[in-house]
C-alpha cells in the first residue's frame, strides 16, 4: 500500500473523506503520523535496514540523520593506503583511553567513538596525512526507514503490516478528537496483529535455527501501549 492508500483509507476509517471538510485538510499531518508507525513497526519486528556509509575524516564525524546504531567502521589510512578496522567504543571508553581526549596528539586514528545520537569521533584526531580525505571512513550499522513522503511511497515491510498504517493513523486522529474508546480500539487492533506477526516469524526463524528475535521481547519499550 502506497501512501496516498494509506492517506485515502485513513479518512475513510474516520469518516472524514472530504478533505474540505476535515480536521485535516492537507496531509501534512497523516504522513507524519504514517511514518512515526513506519518507525515503531520497523523496531518491533526488527526489520531495520542495514546500510553502509561513507564520511569524510575529521575529529568529529557527523553521521546521517537515520542512523540507530553504528556496528563496525573502518578507515582507509594513508600513506598506507590501506583499509583498517576501527574499535566501536563509547565516551565513557574514550576517557578510560584518555582522561586527556581532548588534547590528544594527532596521528591515525584508531577508535570510532560515538560521543551522541549523531556525532562520533574518531581517535587519536587524524594527521596530515588523513584529515579531509573524503569518502575514507566507511560504516556499516542499523538505520531507521527513509521516510514515506510521495504519494506513490511504499514502506519496505510485509504487506499484511502495510495494511495496519491507516488503522495506527485512525488511533492517533481520534486521540486528538478526544475519542478515547475508538482510538483505544484501533490500537488494540494494531498491537495485536504486528505481536501475532511477530511470534509467528519468530517461530519460524527458530524451527530453522535462524537468529531473529528473542520470544520473551514484548514490546519492552512500549512502543504500542495505549497513552491512556
Known amino acids: 500500500m502506497d501512501l496516498k492508500g494509506m492517506i485515502d483509507e485513513w479518512r475513510e476509517i ?45 575529529t568529529t564525524v557527523s ?19 590501506a583499509w583498517r578496522e576501527l574499535a566501536i567504543r563509547d565516551v565513557t571508553d574514550l576517557y578510560a583511553i584518555d582522561p586527556d581526549w581532548e588534547n590528544a596528539a594527532v596521528g591515525e586514528p584508531a577508535y570510532f567513538v560515538r560521543m551522541e545520537t549523531f556525532l562520533a569521533r574518531l581517535y587519536p584526531p587524524p594527521n596530515s596525512s588523513n584529515d579531509g580525505q573524503v569518502t575514507s571512513v566507511k560504516t556499516h550499522g542499523l538505520e531507521f526507514p527513509t521516510a514515506l513522503s510521495a504519494d506513490t511511497d511504499v514502506p519496505d ?20 478528537l478526544g475519542d478515547k474508546e475508538r482510538s483505544t480500539e484501533q490500537l488494540i487492533l494494531v498491537s495485536s496483529a504486528l505481536k501475532d506477526m511477530q511470534s ?29
Do not use: C
Not at 511514518?35 to 518491533?44: G, L
Not at 515491510?157 to 486521540?175: C, E, G, R, T
Open 63 to 81: 553521521l546521517n540523520a537515520n542512523t540507530f546504531s553504528v556496528d563496525k567502521a573502518n578507515i582507509y589510512i594513508r600513506p598506507s593506503n
Open 157 to 176: 515491510l510485509p504487506v499484511n503490516i502495510q495494511d495496519l498504517f491507516p488503522y495506527w493513523m485512525s488511533h492517533k486522529a481520534f486521540m486528538r
Open 14 to 58: 474516520i469518516g472524514e473523506p472530504d478533505t474540505t471538510n476535515s480536521h485535516w485538510s492537507s496531509n501534512t499531518i497523516p504522513t507524519t503520523w504514517a511514518n512515526e508507525f513506519y518507525r515503531r513497526a520497523a523496531v518491533k519486528l526488527g526489520t531495520l535496514p542495514i546500510k553502509e556509509r561513507t564520511y569524510t575524516i575529521a
Open 200 to 228: 509467528k516469524t519468530t517461530r519460524f526463524s527458530k524451527s530453522r535455527g535462524w537468529i531473529w528475535m528473542p520470544e520473551s521481547y514484548i514490546d519492552p519499550e512500549g512502543l504500542f501501549q495505549s497513552v491512556y
